[in-house]
Structures are given as C-alpha cells and as structure tokens.
C-alpha cells in the first residue's frame, strides 16, 4: 500500500450528495477527495452516482423521448399536423440518452479539477480513526485520512428472492434503461415512481404494460384526489394497474418471463417478454463500514445520523440515500452543502419540510407539504382551494387541460401546509409552494402575487385564491 495521503475532506460516493458535499467543500478552501467505484457503460469511471448514470438523467432522456413518439399519435392530430409514417428507432433514442449521461458525468469529473478535488476510482471502505481505504480498479489499495469523513453511498435496488435480477430478462432500472428493443409486453412490479415512470416510457412506445402492486392504494403518499386523476390517465394511456396483487414466483422460459401472481382472489399467471422489478431501494451500505469504525446502521442498513447528518463519531458525517428521508437526489444535493458548510463552521441546515417530490410522467404529479389525510391524522385544521387546467387559457391551448393544483392553508392562520399537483409542467410549478412554504407564506400571499397571463401558474394562482373562495374563473 502506497503512503497515506492526508486531507480535510474526505467524501466516499461521487453521487448527488457526494459530490455536492465535495464541491462545496473544495469551495470553502478544504483539501478535499472524493472516492467513486462506479464504471460507465464503456467501463471508464462514471462520477454522478445512480441519479447521473442510470437514474434520473437517463430516465428524463427516454422520457421525453417516448413523449414525442406518443404525442405523434395522440395530441399532434389536434393540432392539424399528420405524418404518414410513424416509426421509432430504439438505438438512436438509447443512444441519444448515452451522450446526455456521458456529458453529465464527464460534466463532475471537469467540475472537480476545476475545483482542485482528487478523485480516487475504486470501492472505499471507512475503517476506525476516519481512515479510508480504497480498493482502486487497477488492484492497487491507496490509504486516505480524511479530518473529516463523508458517508454519501447511495442505495441500491431491492431484489425479490423469487425475480432475481439477470440484466436481461428480469431487470431493475438499469436494465429497463438499455432495452434494445420495445418489447411487445412488460411485466413492473411495483407501481412506484421507477415502475410509473418507466413503464410509461416502454407504453408509450408500444409495449403492453401491466403493472402488479402489492398494496390495495395507488399512489398511497400522494393526495387522494391526485392519485385519482392519475389512475384514471394512465388506464386510459393503456398502463395496465393491478392492485392488491402479490407476485409470488416468476420463472425465466423460452417463451418469456412466467409471472405467478394472487389478486386477492386466485393465483394467477402471465407471460412477459420483460419483467421491471422495482419495489424500493435500500442503502448501499454493504461493505463500506470496517470493524470498530463506531458508525451504526439501524435495522434496514441506513447509517444512524443526527439532525445534521453527523453518525455520532468525530469528524464522520453521512449523507443522501444512505440515510434517513426521502431517497431524492435533491435531498442529498441539500445535505452535501449542508455537511460541508458545517465543516468549515458555517451554519448548515436542510429543511425536510419543504423538500418536492415530482413523478415525471404524463401527466406529470408534483406535490410539499402534507396531504389532507395527513392534516386529517394530526388533526390540524385546514383550509383547501384546488383549480383546474381545463379554466386555464394556456393549457388548454397547450392541449393539455387535465388535472388540477391544490393549495393546502392552515384554517387559522393561512400558512400554507402543502400543494398537491397533477398536469403540465407541474415539476416545475411545484417551487411555488416550496418557496411559499420555506418564507411561512400564505395561500393570501400567493393570492396577491402577480402572475404572468397567460401561462400555466395561473393554476396556482387561482388555487390559492380558491382557498378563501374567491378564484376569479371558477363559478
Ligand atoms: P417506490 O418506493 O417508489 O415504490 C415501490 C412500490 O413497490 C410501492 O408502491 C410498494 O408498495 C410496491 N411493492 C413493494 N414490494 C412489492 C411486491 N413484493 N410486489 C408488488 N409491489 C411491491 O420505489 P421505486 O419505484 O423502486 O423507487 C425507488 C426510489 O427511487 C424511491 O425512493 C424513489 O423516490 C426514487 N426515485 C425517484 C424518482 C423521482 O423523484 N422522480 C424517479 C425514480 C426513483
């Protein structure tokens, strides 16, 4: 083993919250490292975690993509415009998802030199006294000590022991990202944000898509009323949801994945061309503590942390899907920053209350805060003002005039406590009430705010006028 090389910052995983963690400490003066294992599709080290490589990125990618594709045939014809031959080309959408990913993760590892950060490409694993090891690809071991230490190693799928992944038939997100072809069916089990999303994406380029969830609720953490509208677009989009069903055994034969499955009534079986397993994620946290480090993990292998995201032990922190919240990318992008600046004794804080959540099909379901069920549960009093994109000018001329925004305003004081959305363009809307939400404003705030007409914040606008009963354009 080489020499010991010395640092401030010391941060295992290149993902969202690592590397947010490492540039932001870079920036504050520390001599920072940031360990990656990952290798890209052409085996060369891949900065940018899950979400750059096969996540978030990608999936946006072939998103969009197949929207095109299904736009073609379902909303250009509104618009007069016809095309005599429609046809998808897999490769070159595969491929065009390639060079976004490949732009972004080359797009860190640039960020890093210019930020004076070593990389180190191997599989670090934390050991007692904030020394970190690192089994680096070529087989060499290199021995960093870092004053401080940042956990950042994201998560990975949860396999069932009855669909084991094979990368070809039976596939979590990363095989689902890379099919050469649309296959004819695909089994998801799981109806959560991968399942929803990606199987979108392979319905709207013709697969037949049926989707097998074990809970009789779809959608069971979004608003009701959201999770209504969204069942019904996707019914009607052809997406194949079966709730209340339970897979129990799956087998690979020449003819397809056989799916045995229980409704609640009978069992029950189904041959796919592929099958889409995504039913959570768990912290990847195998391998990365040696003996004697201190850091504890609870029962499901998160690292234990505080409020501010430090294990307990001196100088070591962690971070991002590893630990407790919501397993977002841009929850850990927040407590990286957050980690850093208290590492160079500035204030750090992440606000857990405000923190979006955006599903990214069509349409698209954004939603902060709580939900009226939760209120209900707490037993706090609200006030609630929901508005259509059907009343919108601009999305109907979008073509776009389904679902609807609804703001959430404490009965007594008008604080708004959350908003729930479903239609075009809601990832972004959404901010609205994240930003209302971390200034303590109030649906009348929102009410009062100017917005531009016509564009599609209207929705928002009118929802939080809705509240006290007085949106201009519903009757
Ligand atoms: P998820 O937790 O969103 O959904 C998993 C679903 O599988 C749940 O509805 C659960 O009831 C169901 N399930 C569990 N075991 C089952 C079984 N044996 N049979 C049938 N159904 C079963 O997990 P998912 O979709 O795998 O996503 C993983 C993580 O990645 C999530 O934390 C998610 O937030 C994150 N993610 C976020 C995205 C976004 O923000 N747009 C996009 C993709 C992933």
């Not at 415009?81 to 972004?104: H, L």
């Not at 230490?149 to 669909?163: C, M, N, T």
């Not at 500035?346 to 606000?351: E, F, R, S, T």
Request: aromatic share 6%; proline share 3%; glycine share 12%.
């Amino acid at each position: 083993m080489s020499e010991q090389q010395q640092f401030d910052v010391v941060v295992i995983g290149g993902g969202p919250a690592g590397y947010h963690a490492a540039i932001r400490a870079a920036q504050l003066g520390l001599k920072t490292a940031c360990v990656d294992a990952a290798l890209g599709k052409d085996g060369q080290p891949a900065l940018g975690g899950t979400c750059l490589r096969v996540g978030c990125i990608p999936s946006k990618a072939l998103l969009d993509s197949s929207r095109q594709f299904w736009n073609m045939s379902h909303i250009f014809g509104e618009h007069g415009i016809s095309f005599a031959d429609q046809k998808i080309d897999v490769a070159t959408m595969i491929g065009r998802k390639d060079k976004i990913v490949k732009q972004f993760t080359g797009g860190i590892a640039a960020l890093f030199k210019a930020n004076k950060i070593t990389p180190f490409y191997g599989f670090g694993q934390l050991q007692p006294g904030n020394i970190v090891t690192v089994k680096q690809h070529d087989g060499s071991t290199v021995e960093l000590k870092g004053t401080n230490v940042v956990l950042a190693a994201g998560s990975d799928s949860i396999e069932l022991p009855f669909a084991k992944f094979d990368g070809k038939n039976i596939v979590d997100n990363v095989g689902a990202l890379d099919f050469t072809a649309v296959p004819k069916t695909l089994g998801v089990i799981g109806a959560g944000v991968i399942g929803l999303e990606l199987g979108s994406v392979w319905n709207r380029l013709g697969a037949k898509v049926t989707v097998f969830e074990a809970l009789p609720d779809f959608l069971a953490a979004a608003d009701k009323e959201v999770a209504k509208v969204a069942a019904r677009e996707f019914k009607k989009q052809g997406l194949d949801i079966r709730l209340g069903t339970k897979v129990s055994k799956t087998e690979v034969k020449a003819d397809g994945v056989h799916v045995t499955f229980n409704d609640g009534k009978s069992d029950q079986e189904m041959v796919v061309e592929k099958l889409l397993v995504c039913v959570g994620r768990r912290a990847a946290t195998k391998g990365l503590l040696a003996d004697g480090t201190g850091v504890k993990l609870d029962a499901r292998g998160m690292i234990e942390v505080d409020d501010h995201c430090h294990t307990g032990v001196d100088g070591v922190w962690a971070i991002g899907d590893c630990v407790r919240g919501p397993m977002l990318a841009h929850k850990g992008f927040e407590e990286g920053i957050e980690v850093a600046e208290l590492i160079a004794g500035l204030p750090g804080h992440v606000n857990y209350d405000t923190i979006p959540n955006v599903i990214y099909t069509e349409p698209e379901i954004a939603w902060v805060g709580k939900t009226e069920e939760q209120l209900k549960a707490e037993g706090i009093a609200y006030k609630a003002g929901s508005f259509p994109f059907a009343a919108v000018g601009r999305a109907v001329a979008m073509a776009e005039p389904i679902g609807f925004v609804k703001v959430l305003a404490d009965a007594e004081t008008d604080r708004i406590l959350g908003m729930h959305l479903i239609g075009p363009n809601v990832s972004e809307l959404v901010h609205e009430g994240v930003i209302s939400m971390e200034f303590n404003g109030s649906a009348d705030d929102l009410a009062r705010i100017c917005h531009a007409h016509p564009s599609l914040s209207e929705a928002v606008h009118d929802a939080a006028m809705a509240v006290d009963k007085r949106a201009i354009h519903k009757a």
